[in-house]
């Protein structure tokens, strides 16, 4: 069972990067940037996939909220964006929704 909890957390990671990568792209349009979110972006399903064979259909896509915290974590430490009061709020009511979810599985 540890396996898919790997995979899963491994979609969530992948993607997170996948989008940071992405807004680095964003800001300088080196086309390296792009290669590397897209290869990012390609992992994702496939580790779902993983995922999903053991693991509950609600369980898997309600996490994928999870990678929104992730990414504002990621942003902040990597690309130097400042967080706000609401981007606390909205993670903070993201992983109350995700125990809230999983307490009732």
Do not use: C, R
């Not at 992948?14 to 992992?43: C, D, E, L, R, S």
């Not at 309600?62 to 609401?86: N, P």
């Amino acid at each position: 069972m540890l396996i898919y909890w790997l995979a899963l957390s491994v979609s969530y990671i992948v993607t997170a990067i996948g989008q940071v990568i992405y807004k680095m792209y964003a800001h300088t349009k080196n086309p390296w940037h792009f290669f590397w979110a897209v290869a990012f972006f390609i992992i994702a399903p496939f580790t779902s996939y993983i995922a999903l064979q053991k693991l509950s259909v609600g369980m898997v896509f309600i996490g994928a909220a999870f990678s929104q915290v992730l990414i504002l974590i990621m942003s902040k430490y990597t690309l130097k964006e400042t967080l706000t009061k609401d981007h606390f709020i909205s993670m903070t009511l993201i992983l109350l929704g995700l125990f809230a979810f999983a307490l009732g599985q």
